[in-house]
């Protein structure tokens, strides 16, 4: 808690902090518990970033479910106009040659 503190206010510069650190090895208590909050946040980062990416994933998977629901029921109805051989210009200009 105090050394929060004081690196706060600007008393002490955290590189000084880590060398000091550094130079006790890791058996010094700070140094294990800085470690292990060290490893949580890594893991709540990467549990964060999993979950946006899961998010993102469903919603173009939802929005490519309603885009293909769209155009199958127009060819479940026989329009023509949702039908995207239409849009395709090769065969466009086979229809036109014949």
Do not use: H
């Amino acid at each position: 808690m105090r050394l929060k503190v004081s690196i706060e206010a600007g008393v002490v510069l955290p590189s000084v902090i880590l060398r000091k650190l550094a130079a006790e090895g890791p058996s010094n208590a700070l140094s294990r518990a800085l470690r292990v909050l060290g490893r949580i946040e890594r893991t709540l980062f990467t549990l964060l970033m999993w979950n946006m990416a899961v998010k993102r994933k469903t919603k173009v998977e939802r929005r490519f479910r309603a885009g293909s629901d769209q155009r199958e029921s127009g060819y479940r109805r026989g329009s023509r106009a949702a039908c995207p051989v239409r849009a395709d210009p090769v065969r466009q200009r086979r229809a036109r040659r014949r």
